[in-house]
């Protein structure tokens, strides 16, 4: 054995002890300095951002078609948009995030209008206007305070309740973006619907959609806060990821035609659902159609 080898020896003796003197033992306590939720610290999904769109011009949007879309919250796979009904720390409800980041001004909520639906058109509301105005008026029957035998009706106003949501309308252009030669899809609005009852009798009369919110613009909300994973709890998406993933069920209730009128406006019943699914079909078939020689 040369001096050479007793260097190296004696210096991967030294690393050793170094690295047992100063590591951490698999059976070292692990202190914390306040109570947390999780077994283990988690920072990086406040980090988190947008995932940027790949850049679009105009020269290079070879075919677009406009549709809209409905994703009902009763579906098993939409249920991760509705739940959880109380807020638990940073994990809640969608339409929980959209309306606290209403409230607190942060993003802009425009006024639904029948007649059109582009945000150049719409009128932004502000948080008092859009709380006033999602206000539920009630007529309460109580005990008349002057007369036992007899009853007054009071008025009785109840905020929104994001809960009461459990539709969301979608509205979106799917794209052929020549340069890339591929399909890309993007999300322009969302706009959340409810069930409209008769506040006496408590009859169902439709839905009631709400207020349209610009997409683009709610995404860094979206992208701060995680939905539920089934898989893997500690691999969650963000609200962001979910919908830039596609990981949702819903189902085409227009696309932009020349009478500019929704598909339940000339087919009901199985006849709409196989209209939404020939809509969803000729997109694809018209990709796929690029490609046949």
């Not at 720390?89 to 339409?95: I, K, N, V, Y």
């Not at 206000?135 to 929104?160: H, Q, R």
């Not at 020549?178 to 009852?197: H, N, T």
């Amino acid at each position: 054995m040369n001096i050479n080898h007793l260097k190296f020896g004696f210096l991967f003796l030294f690393m050793l002890s170094f690295a047992l003197a100063f590591g951490q033992p698999a059976n070292q306590v692990q202190l914390v300095s306040e109570p947390k939720d999780k077994a283990y610290g988690r920072s990086h999904i406040d980090d988190l951002k947008p995932i940027p769109y790949p850049y679009l011009r105009e020269s290079d949007v070879f075919w677009e078609k406009r549709v809209w879309r409905m994703i009902d919250f009763k579906e098993k796979m939409n249920q991760p948009l509705y739940f959880p009904e109380r807020p638990q720390g940073r994990w809640r409800s969608l339409m929980q995030v959209l309306w606290d980041a209403i409230l607190a001004g942060e993003i802009t909520a425009y006024a639904y209008e029948t007649s059109t639906d582009n945000f150049e058109e719409l009128i932004p509301m502000t948080a008092n206007q859009i709380e006033m105005e999602l206000s539920d008026t009630t007529m309460l029957e109580t005990a008349d305070p002057n007369n036992p035998n007899a009853t007054i009706s009071k008025k009785v106003i109840s905020g929104f309740n994001p809960q009461d949501v459990y539709r969301l309308r979608v509205k979106e252009d799917w794209i052929f973006d020549k340069q890339r030669s591929e399909m890309q899809v993007r999300i322009i609005g969302i706009c959340p619907v409810k069930e409209d009852l008769d506040p006496v009798t408590g009859e169902f009369r439709g839905f009631k959609p709400l207020f349209w919110l610009y997409f683009p613009e709610i995404r860094p909300i979206l992208a701060r806060y995680e939905s539920y994973n089934r898989q893997n709890s500690a691999n969650r998406l963000t609200y962001d990821q979910l919908f830039l993933m596609r990981k949702f069920s819903s189902t085409i209730i227009k696309e932009d035609n020349v009478y500019d009128r929704y598909v339940g406006d000339y087919a009901l019943g199985v006849d709409a659902l196989l209209e939404a699914d020939r809509i969803k079909n000729s997109i694809r078939d018209f990709e796929s159609e690029l490609w046949v020689y």
